[in-house]
């Protein structure tokens, strides 16, 4: 709901924004397009040696969840408008 609110209120006050679909992301992060979480933070990872972003954020989990895996995809989002748009 919030991503809808911001998007109307960016084309209603005429700031152009663009749209990255999920797959876009993950196949220029990883190669695939349906790479799955576990997959992202692994590049994530190899990426970013010294940077356990898992363990300071659910360090009882070992699974990539939320929010390991939003600051992941932040991080490749952000990656992919640096370097392409």
Same mark, same amino acid.
């Given at each position: *709901?919030?991503?809808?609110?911001?998007?109307?209120? !960016? $084309?209603?006050?005429?700031? &152009?924004?663009?749209?990255? &679909? &999920?797959?876009?992301?993950?196949?220029?992060?990883?190669? +695939?397009?349906?790479? /799955? +979480? *576990?997959? !992202?933070? *692994?590049?994530?990872? *190899?990426?970013?040696?010294?940077?356990?972003?898992?363990? $300071?954020?659910?360090?009882?989990?070992? /699974?990539?969840?939320?929010?390991?895996?939003?600051?992941?995809?932040?991080?490749?989002?952000? +990656?992919?408008?640096?370097?392409?748009?």
């Amino acid at each position: *709901e919030n991503t809808g609110i911001l998007k109307y209120n !960016m $084309w209603d006050n005429e700031i &152009p924004f663009d749209i990255i &679909p &999920p797959t876009v992301i993950k196949k220029f992060a990883t190669g +695939k397009g349906n790479a /799955n +979480k *576990e997959k !992202m933070y *692994e590049v994530f990872d *190899e990426e970013n040696p010294g940077v356990d972003v898992r363990s $300071w954020l659910t360090p009882r989990s070992n /699974n990539v969840i939320s929010p390991v895996s939003d600051v992941v995809d932040a991080y490749f989002i952000a +990656k992919y408008g640096l370097n392409t748009l």
